[in-house]
């Protein structure tokens, strides 16, 4: 137990919440709500207001009870967090970080080390670790393997379809009944949630320590899997890329720059074989170790759709833009792309 209610009870403002990247569903607030705000009568400094927009649902990705205490102010009783935490944002309609959710959509704003430090449960070691990542990175095998090393938080739409789970492929078809995806809802749900249910990956030598009938992970799965494969990815909104450049550099995205031998078909991810994973060294990116505290020890080839909505790059984040994603490739591939060439791949990136 993490104790999040009691810290977010006695410090945690709003003000404070939106500074970690937590965000605030618009939609939800009442009129009473939104017009205190507006006119400073509801003040984003106060914890008391963080549990009135928890009471309503308005914390994107959490969850809590809130009651009265005898003097008429509210208390925190319980909470959880929801995947939402991560894979949801809002766009700001209402002001920065308040506004219509967006679900899918990665929150690279929220700095789940952050938030985890803050819990009194943990020792000033681990504290310390979760503190050192930065914002839109998160370590989902850090509480198994005690290893550091954070990675992205992914996009969670445009999932339909694709035979691997994970930068790591880690989810295939065969592995569970309900596809590629409700594995790794399983491997969050119990192993870092802490649902009530049932994990197991031989791959990984990991095995929860399940009581016989005790499951309230494995009815949810088939739900959940169905929601997020009815996310599709984002289109760019209009006059973001050049269509001229774009259509050369669709040319080019199978022609000299060769990416379409790996990110192919509609997902732009690799179909051969019903999945095809990759070594450790076909990965670009900076950090070449996170693939081996994988089950599959190999890299599934990230799908593109939606790919203008994410940045930064690769697992790590060590391409700030899509313009380094093809210098990126550009060099250490030796493709001899000109610059005026990788602008146009760029440009074709952008329109995915
Ligand atoms: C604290 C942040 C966080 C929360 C909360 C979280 N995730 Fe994730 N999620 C991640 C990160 C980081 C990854 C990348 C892991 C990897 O690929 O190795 C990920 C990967 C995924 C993927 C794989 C996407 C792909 O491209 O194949 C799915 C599916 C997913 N999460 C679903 C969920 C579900 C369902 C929940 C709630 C039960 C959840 N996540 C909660 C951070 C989070
Ligand atoms: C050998 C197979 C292979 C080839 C060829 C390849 N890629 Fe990739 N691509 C991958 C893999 C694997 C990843 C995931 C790497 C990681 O995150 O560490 C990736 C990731 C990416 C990403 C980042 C996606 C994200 O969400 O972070 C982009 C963009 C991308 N590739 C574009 C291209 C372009 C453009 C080309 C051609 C110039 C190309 N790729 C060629 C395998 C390949």
């Not at 509801?42 to 969850?63: F, R």
């Not at 409700?182 to 030598?205: C, I, K, P, Q, S």
């Not at 930064?312 to 000109?338: C, I, M, W």
Request: contains cysteine; hydrophobic residues 35%; negative net charge.
């Amino acid at each position: 137990m993490l104790h999040m209610n009691e810290v977010i009870e006695a410090a945690v403002s709003p003000t404070v919440a939106l500074s970690v990247g937590l965000k605030v569903d618009a939609t939800v607030l009442t009129d009473a709500v939104v017009a205190g705000i507006q006119d400073g009568s509801i003040s984003l400094d106060d914890p008391q207001t963080t549990l009135a927009l928890i009471s309503l649902n308005a914390v994107v990705g959490v969850q809590g009870e809130v009651s009265n205490n005898a003097d008429g102010t509210l208390k925190l009783d319980r909470m959880g967090i929801t995947c939402a935490l991560c894979h949801s944002t809002v766009d700001d309609s209402f002001t920065d970080g308040i506004g219509n959710r967006l679900d899918g959509w990665p929150n690279r704003d929220l700095i789940p080390g952050a938030i985890i430090a803050l819990s009194p449960a943990l020792t000033a070691e681990q504290k310390a670790i979760y503190n050192s990542w930065p914002a839109g990175k998160y370590d989902p095998r850090f509480d198994h393997d005690g290893l550091n090393n954070p990675v992205v938080i992914p996009a969670a739409y445009g999932l339909y379809g694709l035979p691997n789970s994970t930068f790591t492929g880690d989810g295939d078809v065969e592995h569970e009944p309900a596809g590629p995806v409700a594995y790794w809802n399983r491997f969050v749900a119990v192993n870092e949630m802490h649902g009530h249910g049932f994990f197991e990956d031989t791959r990984l030598n990991m095995l929860n320590d399940y009581r016989e009938g005790d499951d309230l992970v494995t009815d949810n799965l088939p739900a959940l899997q169905a929601y997020q494969y009815s996310i599709s990815a984002p289109t760019p909104p209009a006059n973001t890329f050049n269509a001229d450049q774009a259509a050369r550099g669709k040319e080019l995205f199978s022609g000299k720059g060769q990416c379409v031998t790996c990110h192919s078909g509609p997902l732009f991810t690799d179909v051969i074989d019903g999945g095809k994973l990759h070594p450790q060294s076909a990965s670009v990116a900076v950090d070449k170790d996170y693939v081996n505290r994988s089950a599959t020890k190999q890299w599934r080839v990230t799908p593109l759709k939606g790919i203008w909505q994410h940045p930064p790059y690769f697992h790590d984040g060590s391409a700030e833009t899509l313009t380094d994603v093809v210098a990126r490739y550009n060099q250490v591939g030796k493709l001899g792309l000109s610059t005026a060439e990788q602008g146009d791949l760029t440009e074709y990136l952008k329109s995915l």
